[in-house]
């Protein structure tokens, strides 16, 4: 089991920049890790998953160039680091984590954060 409690939402205007944290507790060990966003009216979407040894990473094409994720496993945080944002940007964005190899779309999560609000202003 893995429980996962994401910070540092907000709001922001156009441009700016925000950092998302997802501290993981539990048995951390080993899983792939990643972020979903989900705004109002639209389905849930894939942003970035990351391996466990940081080795591999993915992020959508959406978010490509702008958008970067990390992790620190002694402090069993994920983050992601989101630069020039957009107003399209705006949702909740999701932390998650799955047991194994791959974290997309197609390889959904086996665990969720509540989410965090991110608001980006024009």
């Known amino acids: 089991q893995v429980q996962l409690v994401e910070s540092g939402g907000g709001l922001v205007q156009a441009g700016g920049s925000l950092r998302l944290s997802c501290t993981a507790s539990g048995r951390t060990f080993g899983t792939y890790m990643g972020w979903f966003r989900q705004a109002p009216g639209k389905e849930r979407e894939f942003v970035a998953a990351i391996s466990w040894n940081g080795g591999s990473t993915y992020t959508a094409d959406s978010v490509k160039g702008r958008f970067t994720i990390s992790r620190d496993n002694v402090k069993d945080t994920v983050y992601l680091q989101m630069n020039n944002l957009k107003p399209e940007d705006t949702a909740v964005y999701h932390c998650?984590?799955?047991?194994?190899?791959?974290?997309?779309?197609?390889?959904?999560?086996?665990?969720w954060g509540q989410g965090t609000q991110v608001t980006v202003s024009s």
């Open positions: 998650a984590a799955r047991y194994g190899i791959g974290l997309s779309a197609e390889v959904p999560p086996s665990y």
